[in-house]
């Protein structure tokens, strides 16, 4: 017997054009494969790009740091023991520490440990100082060739440099726990060392007492130039209140400067003070302007060779800058009245409406004297209440043909029947001598008096 179903495969067409889950889901498959071991490879390759730029960054802050320590002066290059993580000695020859002092002057040359920021990584520097000995030949003959150590000869620099990779903005303390050696002080820690020698040259031979060296020729060491004498200030004759001029005679001896620098200050300690720009030689004098009036100044100079070595700064000549030439801004009169009255009055009545009669424009007038600036109003000081909301109104004087006025609407302003005081301000500071205008304000009347002082 035929069953009764009929089972027909169905034909695909064009337009049956796709992919299935289960092509989906392989390709997914194939593609992970492919791209994960990618990822780690992209990432490392980043993460070496990282380390060899902080690396790079590390390298030059230590040589950065080896080339301030050779621009130091031989006989300042050392530490001070009361400086923070001074070290006896340092190395695994335990080379005794280069020791200036026990107490550092504020500024000193070189500091131990310091950090400093480089594309986000924070870097700590820290640097030591030791005296290294040579070995000295006693003899030209002989295998091996006769020495003997010549202690102290020079002075050892080692300057470390490290950081965190895995927490780059940590500031570590220290490079080391070790005097001896490079210990890390924190688990994953980085460190570069650079060192160098440096010998006093231009000093000659080493007069330690170990040494037997035979006598070397010995060249001149750089000097700094010396500082100006005969350094004198004095107040022009002609000329602002501002201006004093300052000059001086070059160093009798040593190097020839090629400028100078005044600085000048109001406190002989010279706390804070400000300076001239570089003055070429053979210039010996300079005008100081911007002074304050009335005010002792001081002032020193300093020499400056071709190399921009600085001298020591000459001793000090003072002066007093001469008084203003110009007097201060001094009031001498002050009223006011409504513009629509003549003369001048002291009092006005209110309307039913508590407000000024309309028009009722205040005319404030004010005659002064003295180098006055723009910055001139007109200020109510004081009302008939704490709230009265015309207390502090601020009115700008303008400058019309040598008189200051303001003209405006006051009628609009409800205001309190009492006395009203407008005084003269300038740079928000009321003149000296003060003068002031009082305006008696009376209630609504409809019989009003004629009296100028009361109601």
């Known amino acids: 017997m035929a069953s009764p179903f009929r089972w027909r495969r169905r034909q695909r067409h064009a337009s049956d054009s796709g992919f299935t889950l289960i092509e989906i889901a392989i390709t997914i498959l194939i593609a992970s494969i492919v791209i994960v071991p990618l990822v780690d490879v992209m990432y490392g390759a980043l993460s070496a790009g990282a380390t060899d730029q902080t690396v790079a960054n590390a390298n030059a802050e230590a040589t950065q740091q080896l080339e301030h320590v050779h621009a130091v002066p031989y006989a300042d290059l050392g530490f001070y023991t009361d400086q923070s993580e001074y070290v006896t000695s ?16 504020a500024s000193p040359y070189v500091v131990p440990v310091k950090t400093t920021t480089a594309d986000h990584v924070t870097f700590t520097i820290e640097t030591f100082i030791t005296w290294a000995s040579a070995a000295v030949p006693t003899a030209t003959t002989g295998s091996p060739v006769p020495t003997i150590t010549d202690a102290n000869a020079y002075k050892a620099i080692t300057v470390l440099v490290c950081w965190v990779p895995k927490a780059p903005n940590t500031a570590l303390s220290s490079c080391t726990t070790s005097s001896t050696s490079i210990t890390n002080v924190q688990a994953g820690q980085s460190t570069v060392e650079q060192q160098s020698l440096i010998y006093p040259g231009g000093l000659g031979p080493y007069s330690g007492t170990t040494t037997t060296a035979p006598a070397a020729t010995t060249t001149t060491a750089p000097t700094t130039p010396n500082a100006p004498t005969n350094v004198t200030a004095s107040v022009p004759s002609t000329g602002g209140d501002s201006e004093v001029n300052v000059t001086w005679s070059p160093p009798s001896s040593g190097t020839t400067p090629t400028g100078y620098l005044v600085q000048w200050s109001a406190d002989p300690a010279f706390s804070t003070y ?36 600085q001298s020591s700064p000459s001793a000090q000549a003072s002066t007093t800058s001469s008084s203003s030439s110009n007097p201060p801004c001094t009031p001498v009169s002050f ?99 003060p003068v002031s205008y009082n305006l008696l304000v009376c209630a609504y009347t409809a019989t009003e008096s004629t009296s100028s002082s009361q109601c």
């Open 90 to 105: 340092w190395g695994p020859d335990n080379n005794t520490t280069v020791t200036l002092g026990q107490a550092a002057p």
């Open 274 to 309: 400000s300076s001239s720009g570089l003055i070429t030689a053979p210039t010996t004098s300079d005008l100081v302007t911007g002074l304050s009036p009335s005010t002792e100044y001081y002032f020193q100079v300093f020499s400056y060779d071709g190399l921009w070595s």
């Open 335 to 433: 009223t006011m009245a409504p513009s629509w009255l003549s003369p001048f009055t002291t009092k006005v009545y209110l309307t039913q409406n508590n407000q000024l009669p309309s028009p009722s424009d205040l005319y404030l007038t004010a005659n002064l004297t003295g180098a006055c600036t723009s910055a001139l109003t007109a200020v109510i000081t004081s009302a008939p209440s704490p709230q009265d909301p015309e207390l502090g109104w601020s009115f700008p004087l303008s400058n019309i043909s040598g008189g200051y006025s303001w003209e405006g609407s006051a009628s609009a302003q409800s205001w309190d029947a009492g006395e009203y005081t407008f005084s003269v301000y300038e740079n928000s500071q009321v003149l000296s001598p």
